[in-house]
């Protein structure tokens, strides 16, 4: 009796392994050579050098500030010291919290950039996995070891810029 499931399973096993059909594309080189990607990096990094800017100013309104209270520090009466290192320390408070705000501001722009691009590459995905019947596709570059399967980079890469020129008009 076991001999017997034991061939009927491993028949029934081979026959579903035999059915399914795996494909894999490189997600890395679809984003790269998409267009609306590269004005989503253009977009950030025009973000985040206008953040780093801003942050700069701050760095040396606070430096100008320090290098004054350095001067007549030694004219200043204990309170009086205090609370100009009070208003330092606020001051240098402030620029990490606003460092750290737009840090933030960045990720939840990159993510609404991103959001309709790998929109898009699922789509395309989905296109060709359902043109070419395949019940798998798995992106290369997270893929330790792959032989085998059904590279379907380039259909997809047509298909996305496709999507990616709709989306444009």
């Known amino acids: ?48 050098q206008e953040g780093f800017k801003e942050l700069q100013e701050m760095q040396k309104g606070f430096e100008a500030q320090v290098a004054k209270f350095r001067e007549k520090e030694k004219d200043l009466s204990p309170v009086m010291l205090q609370m100009e290192q009070e208003k330092l320390m606020k001051k240098q408070q402030a620029i990490e919290d606003r460092q750290e705000e737009l840090e933030q501001q960045l990720q939840v722009y990159s993510e609404e950039l991103n959001k309709p691009i790998l929109e898009r590459v699922q789509k395309a ?38 999507l990616d020129a709709e989306a444009k008009k």
């Open 1 to 48: 009796m076991r001999q017997l499931l034991f061939v009927l399973f491993v028949f029934v096993g081979a026959s579903v392994f035999a059915q399914t059909k795996i494909g894999h594309v490189n997600t890395q080189k679809l984003l790269d050579t998409l267009p609306s990607r590269k004005e989503a990096i253009k977009k950030l990094d025009a973000f985040r």
């Open 125 to 162: 995905v989905e296109i060709v996995s359902d043109r070419k019947k395949l019940n798998y596709v798995i992106d290369e570059s997270v893929t330790l070891y792959f032989k085998g399967g059904i590279d379907c980079t380039s259909e997809v890469m047509t298909e996305l810029l496709k």
